[in-house]
């Protein structure tokens, strides 16, 4: 398909609403509000995928490769089918497939970084002065692909902040944490894009994942490499299926199979609740007990329901002992392990849990809270983050937005910005050229700027008349997302 008709409708004829004799606009992309408490800043992130796949790929595969009268035929027969009479025209269209290239300037923040609300990641304008159309025309197509990474890029980050703290205060092996926090949200993003995306996001802060298109996508668009450094990864894991063919009468045989036959060794994860969570962790698992020691590598234990906060921690108001002990204390109770030089319990090697339903930012702090009133280690517990976690987001999560602040008619410049008077102030913008600059360890916005100073900001060319200028790695940009604020790779 054509990418110029990846947009919204009402697009198309922008070009002529302009006022006559435009030759340049000039937009930034913002995160205008955080509707999640306590954060006020975004981890920046997408962007390169954003231009290496649409703005290079998609317009060399679909648009410049293909005979002009080709695109042209398919763009008239589309607009002419979905907008009856008009008179959008054609030789705008005919004119971009001469020239050969977007025409365009990409500058932008590092990725990785945490940019505060208000400041701009990025702006874009075009070079060429019969080109003005097309930086407001990417709008849509740069919104629905970038917030996406944005978003989960920056809620992994909060989950990383949580248990980067509780295992400080409570573990003897913080980098565990690295593995703590593990992606299983794919089943549950709005498609394959999405997870990838999604997925990748979470991979700047953790290297635990179930989401196998993922790491494909960093190798492809953020030059990782699998053979020579970890991008993601996970464990031999069963699920619920798996247990039930083994028969409820069985289960403790399912378990003894996959301990030490199928599994004789290395770590693997065992969904437990099938039925009985609470008789798997006080029959099965003592009758167990010296299989697992003997194994080299980690038994899982993987409850899959109710709530994980009293599943894990036990609930004081619970049915039965076991249930208000919890996983953990009962895991302890059976398998042992030792007290670390911070006070905290931590489960002997061979045995572990794993909880990856469910869990929200408050629930991950709850968890980590209890276990550490109740003396455990954090780090005793893996916690799953799923699609509840990733998908039950939008781009007004963060209030992102693309606006024009800048633009140039018969040669003379226009500061321009939105202030609506019914608003709360979400959607006033900037107005005119703008610079960032980091002060402190912090990025700032300074708008209405002039060219000069506009040039000597921390906004770095990244893209300019079809070319990539700055092709990052996801090891440069996953040590700024663990440090906050550090300058581009030279």
């Not at 050969?100 to 932008?108: D, H, L, N, R, V």
């Not at 690295?178 to 995306?197: I, V």
């Not at 045995?351 to 702090?365: H, N, P, V, W």
């Amino acid at each position: 398909m054509n990418p110029l008709l990846y947009t919204d409708g009402y697009k198309v004829d922008h070009r002529r609403q302009y006022p006559n004799n435009t030759t340049l606009v000039y937009s930034n992309w913002t995160p205008r509000k955080s509707r999640i408490q306590g954060v006020e800043k975004v981890v920046f992130f997408g962007l390169q995928y954003f231009i290496k796949k649409y703005i290079i790929k998609e317009f060399q595969t679909n648009f410049f490769n293909k005979p002009k009268e080709e695109i042209c035929k398919q763009y008239s027969r589309r607009i002419n089918n979905y907008l009856g009479e008009n008179s959008v025209g054609i030789e705008h269209i005919a004119a971009l497939h001469d020239l050969g290239y977007i025409p365009m300037t990409f500058k932008a923040l590092p990725e990785g970084v945490e940019v505060p609300i208000r400041v701009p990641m990025f702006t874009m304008y075009n070079t060429l002065p019969e080109f003005f159309w097309l930086t407001n025309y990417f709008e849509t197509l740069l919104s629905t692909t970038v917030w996406l990474p944005c978003n989960s890029a920056t809620i992994a980050k909060q989950y990383r902040k949580i248990l980067d703290k509780y295992a400080q205060e409570t573990s003897s092996v913080p980098e565990m944490v690295d593995w703590q926090g593990h992606d299983f949200s794919m089943r549950g993003m709005a498609g394959l894009e999405a997870a990838e995306m999604s997925a990748a996001g979470h991979l700047l802060s953790f290297t635990g994942t179930d989401t196998i298109p993922a790491v494909d996508f960093l190798e492809k668009y953020y030059n990782a490499d699998s053979d020579n450094e970890l991008i993601g990864g996970s464990v031999a894991a069963t699920e619920h299926s798996v247990m039930c063919m083994g028969t409820n009468s069985g289960e403790e045989d399912t378990f003894k199979r996959l301990i030490t036959e199928v599994y004789p060794n290395g770590i693997v994860s065992i969904v437990s609740d099938t039925w009985d969570l609470w008789k798997v962790l006080t029959e099965y698992l003592p009758n167990l007990k010296e299989e697992v020691l003997a194994r080299d590598g980690k038994v899982v234990i993987r409850p899959d329901s109710g709530d994980p906060f009293d599943i894990i921690c036990g609930n004081p108001n619970g049915k039965t002992k076991a249930a208000q002990k919890g996983v953990i204390q009962l895991l302890w109770e059976v398998f042992g392990g030792t007290t670390n030089t911070k006070g905290y319990k931590e489960l002997d090697s061979h045995i572990g849990a794993i909880y990856g339903d469910s869990i929200t930012l408050e629930r991950a702090t709850q968890i980590c809270e209890r276990l550490k009133q109740k003396g455990f280690a954090s780090t005793n517990v893996v916690l799953g983050i799923g699609s509840f976690t990733y998908q039950y987001n939008t781009r007004d999560t963060f209030g992102f937005a693309m606006k024009a602040t800048y633009g140039e008619v018969d040669g003379e410049g226009r500061e321009i910005f939105k202030d609506p008077i019914t608003d709360d102030g979400t959607k006033k913008s900037a107005k005119g050229l703008l610079k960032i600059t980091l002060e402190d360890g912090e990025y700032k916005l300074h708008d209405q700027v002039s060219w000069e100073e506009e040039q000597k900001g921390e906004l770095r060319e990244v893209f300019k008349d079809g070319k990539l200028l700055v092709d990052e790695k996801l090891s440069e940009i996953r040590l700024r997302t663990k440090n906050s604020v550090l300058e581009f790779s030279e």
